[in-house]
């Protein structure tokens, strides 16, 4: 297995339309790295330009230290699960895990062991006779990634691979990719998806893409409750985090913010004598929420609009105070509470603060 390297990575379309910018990226021997983002961020695009597809316009790619921009995919030590599954129809299971290794000229022997062993890592065995007509959505998709796993390549890149499964499948199937990934603890692994619970379940560490560059890369965690910037902070986490303005009235190991609503929020972030009154967003989660006691409140605002889920219930909140609009998420059901106006806080080490859209955490 190996790490990949990209350095001062750009993506250019004739000349003119730039994709991607300045990429400098650095992933380990054993990382599952995922890269998300909105649509048309790029994310396809590089791994495409990581597994050959697409020529790299400038900077350069290393795989296991050698670069490889001008060097076919076919010689690159990668191997690809697409979103269609691209099974051949009339071949069964072990006839299409083995045509790579039987294009290669591998012994029959060689094959049969290792079509056999990642038949056993997928839960393959039984099914390995069968026409890919006779298979489920997610047993497909398993064979499309035992093709890939019988190659032993240095480096698997995954391509939305479980967006044509229903929602199911999807869970399921993504387990058995994590599970997969246990197995292979030393396998370097690059995944796109626009599946933000994907994304937090899988990854070692996220890569998340947005205006053609990299806006932030980390660990799952890091990325939920340290967002650099506002669009990470958004980005990351459903329902998305709420956007409160604000101005700075106390400074210090602890910052004081009187909201433009009403309210104040203090928060854990640091800041500087020089911050006290600079305009800033107060960043909170919809589930940090909580319902607040007497006149200390962070948000007060009428309820439009209520979901009952079960084992939470969602407030939506008029706009006001300059806000967007404003989501709780509150454990428990609720009813009887549309129209009526309520009041919320929060904990303080639950609130970010953003300055010109950066977080003041990181400065």
């Known amino acids: 297995m190996a790490n990949v390297k990209l350095t001062h990575v750009d993506k ?13 990226l650095d992933i380990k021997k054993g990382e599952l790295v995922v890269f998300v983002g909105p649509s048309g961020c790029g994310k396809s695009t590089l791994l495409r330009m990581i597994a050959g597809l697409e020529k790299i316009t400038g900077g350069t ?28 129809p009339h071949m069964t299971v072990r006839d ?10 591998k012994s029959p ?27 489920s959505g997610g047993q497909r998709q398993r064979v499309a990634i035992g093709r890939s796993i019988v190659r032993d390549p240095k480096v698997y890149l ?41 994304a937090m379940t899988l990854a070692s560490r996220i890569v998340v893409l947005a205006n053609k560059g990299i806006a932030q890369v980390g660990t799952p965690l890091d990325l939920y409750e340290r967002p ?13 985090m709420n956007l409160l303005p604000g101005e700075i009235i106390e400074t210090g190991e602890k910052t004081k913010v009187r909201l433009s609503g009403g309210g104040v929020a203090i928060s854990d972030v640091k800041s500087k004598a020089s911050d006290k009154g600079k305009e800033v967003n107060i960043g909170i989660r919809p589930e940090d929420f909580v319902l607040a006691e007497g006149d200390d409140y962070t948000f007060e ?26 989501i709780s998420k509150l454990p428990g059901i609720h009813t009887g509470v549309r129209g009526k106006t309520v009041r919320l806080s929060a904990p303080s080490s639950k609130v970010q603060v953003f300055h010109n859209g950066k977080s003041l955490y990181y400065r």
């Open 228 to 240: 650099e910037n506002e669009f990470v902070a958004q980005f990351i986490g459903s329902p998305a």
């Open 12 to 24: 250019v379309y004739g000349g003119t339309v730039e994709v991607l910018k300045d990429i400098n």
């Open 96 to 105: 299409n895990m083995s045509f790579a290794l039987k294009l290669a000229k």
């Open 61 to 88: 790619l290393e795989i296991d230290g050698v670069v490889v921009n001008d060097i076919p995919p076919s010689q690159r030590g990668i191997a690809m699960v697409f979103q269609s599954y691209a099974l051949y």
């Open 158 to 198: 995954f391509d939305e691979p479980l967006s044509n499964l229903d929602a199911a499948l999807r869970a399921a199937t993504r387990i058995e990719i994590a599970q997969l990934k246990e197995q292979m603890p030393d396998s370097t692994m690059i995944y796109v998806t626009h599946d933000q619970v994907e």
């Open 301 to 326: 605002g009428k309820v439009n609009h209520r979901e009952a889920l079960g084992e939470v219930t969602l407030f939506y909140f008029a706009k006001q105070g300059g806000a967007d609009v404003v």
């Open 109 to 135: 022997q060689e094959i049969e062991d290792a079509v056999n062993r990642a038949a056993e890592k997928l839960q393959l065995t039984q099914y390995l006779d069968r026409l890919p007509k006779a298979l």
